[in-house]
């Protein structure tokens, strides 16, 4: 079996301009290649995880999702980092599916895809529904930014500001 980091896209690893769905849009944060290309030495394959209610809402189509996310893979491919991965959830929140987070449907159908052992793998997000998404697949978590939370499920395995901090914490447990 394989393990996995799994990334939520917007706020974590993209700014988020609200719906973000346009390469005019498209803005990586600071430090996201440099970042994610310390985990290119590593066994660890890195999976994409993002809801997308944006389609459901009609604010695009999934071909406008499908066009920033080849701009976004171009870009990681083009500065040495592989992307083994992309799932996106286009429902509403109110749609009761089991791939939105933080329904853990799309870890699930990604470890099936790629062989992933889901209790040696993790997850980065910085919302309450990326950890509670990741502790019900039964990944590590780990949430980018502050936390105010006082719920257990959404209390995460680690807390940090910046994603190099949580690649420095899954790189510790080689």
């Not at 005019?24 to 310390?38: C, F, G, H, I």
């Not at 999934?62 to 799932?87: A, C, P, Q, S």
């Not at 790629?114 to 978590?141: E, P, Y």
Request: aromatic content about 8%; charged content about 20%; hydrophobic content about 35%.
């Amino acid at each position: 079996m394989r393990r996995a980091v799994f990334f939520d896209r917007d706020n974590t690893l993209n700014k988020d301009a609200g719906y973000t769905h346009t390469i005019e849009e498209y803005q990586l944060l600071p430090s996201v290649l440099s970042t994610l290309k310390r985990l290119e030495k590593t066994n660890f394959l890195k999976i994409i995880i993002t809801n997308q209610s944006g389609i459901a809402r009609g604010y695009y189509a999934v071909e406008h999702f499908d066009g920033f996310m080849t701009h976004m893979l171009n870009d990681f491919k083009g500065n040495g980092v592989t992307i083994d991965g992309v799932y996106h959830c286009a429902h509403l929140p109110d749609d009761s599916c089991n791939c939105r987070k933080p329904q853990p449907g799309m870890f699930f159908q990604a470890a099936t895809d790629h062989g992933v052992d889901l209790s040696i793998s993790w997850s980065v997000g910085n919302s309450h529904s990326d950890v509670v998404a990741g502790k019900r697949a039964g990944v590590r978590t780990i949430m980018l930014g502050a936390s105010n939370t006082v719920d257990e499920e959404a209390t995460p395995h680690h807390s940090v500001e910046t994603l190099d901090a949580a690649v420095d914490i899954i790189m510790g447990t080689q």
